[in-house]
């Protein structure tokens, strides 16, 4: 794991030679090739041939869908996309998320992922996970709905794979035991942090308070930076604060076209409807509005996407899109 001094050197070194840390850029008529693999690799968070690859293509030359064979959605990280042959693409968007994972994960710190629901805060982070290196171990756990100390600490332990000690009914050994598993580099990452109450939060803190830690945390979630503020002492110890915004207007016929073959030869303005009537840049909306589109495009066995067909797809929504 580099330290502070080289990722600052890095950094200017990538701002003097002028390279972007995006992983698409609109440009007049196509989405640019992304260079922020570069960035990971001078950071040493990244090597040759690891990670997923993410989807970034011109409009000329769109992904194809999947075969029909292939019977069930795709899911990054527990997210569905709800259709098949649906791809993570490598917007504007993803790569300032991903940007901000590798600098909090380099600095061994704390971040926290906020915006509202559905805006694809958990897609865009786990892609940002799987494009570490498999040498830095990344830790999941799971929170319940106000999880009391003891039913965190219980995720904790089953998440560094400590379970099996029998330690989640025993305070003292189990606190040990995750200060131990945390003084090695890697990521514990937190889906679902609004969930996280106060006093839980400060737990979290006394954990990485501990001399010699060496992990860093990821919490996300939508409202998890208000729960956050309501924890003083780790708010103040949260290195990264970032919004995960809506979808670009501008972009998204682009950006459809890319996450599934069926919005090829869409209509702006039609697309341009559908945000502003019921998707509103949400992510997990589109995703939805795809998995109707995609259906009906095979039940009238017709490739071109029209208005109707949108406005039919849009419809199976009900009234909570």
């Known amino acids: 794991m580099p330290s502070l001094a080289t990722l600052h050197r890095a950094m200017q070194r990538d701002l003097r030679a002028g390279r972007v840390l ?3 850029r ?18 040493k968070l990244q090597q040759a041939g690891e990670g997923l690859p993410v989807i970034d293509a011109g409009p000329q030359d769109p992904p194809r869908a999947a075969a029909d064979t292939q019977d069930v959605a795709p899911q990054r990280g527990g997210v569905r996309l709800f259709v098949p042959g649906a791809r993570v ?5 993803v790569a300032a998320v991903v940007e901000s ?18 805006v694809g805060k958990t897609v865009a982070v786990q892609q940002a996970l799987h494009l570490l290196p498999s040498r830095v171990p990344v830790w999941r756990a799971v929170v319940a709905v106000k999880p009391g100390l ?8 089953e998440a560094l794979g400590l379970s099996g000690r029998s330690l989640s009914h025993r305070a003292q050994p189990a606190d040990r ?6 003084r090695q580099p890697g990521v514990l990452f937190l889906d679902d942090a609004q969930r996280l109450s106060p006093a839980v939060l400060d737990y979290l803190r006394l954990l990485w308070d501990e001399p010699g830690t060496a992990a860093s945390l990821l919490l996300c979630g939508a409202g998890a930076e208000r729960m956050i503020a309501r924890a003083p002492a780790l708010r103040s110890r949260v290195l990264t604060w970032h919004q995960v915004p809506a979808m670009d207007p501008e972009q998204l016929t682009k950006t459809l076209a890319m996450f599934h073959a069926v919005w090829e030869g869409a209509d702006p303005a039609d697309v341009g409807w559908a945000d502003a009537t019921v998707a509103r840049g949400n992510f997990r909306t589109w995703a939805k509005i795809t998995s109707h589109l995609y259906a009906l495009s ?24």
């Not at 003891?150 to 332990?157: A, D, F």
């Open 298 to 321: 095979k039940r009238e066995n017709t490739t071109r996407v029209d208005r109707l067909l949108i406005e039919q797809a849009c419809a199976r929504l009900g009234p909570y899109p």
């Open 177 to 182: 035991a995750l200060g131990d598993a945390l």
């Open 150 to 157: 003891p039913q965190m600490r219980g995720s904790l332990l």
């Open 101 to 118: 994972v590798g600098h909090t994960v380099a600095a061994r710190g704390i971040g926290c992922w906020f915006g509202d629901p559905g």
């Open 22 to 24: 995006a992983v698409a």
């Open 89 to 93: 693409v490598s917007t504007a968007g």
């Open 26 to 43: 609109p440009s007049r008529n196509r989405v640019e090739v992304s260079r922020y693999d570069r960035v990971l690799a001078d950071l």
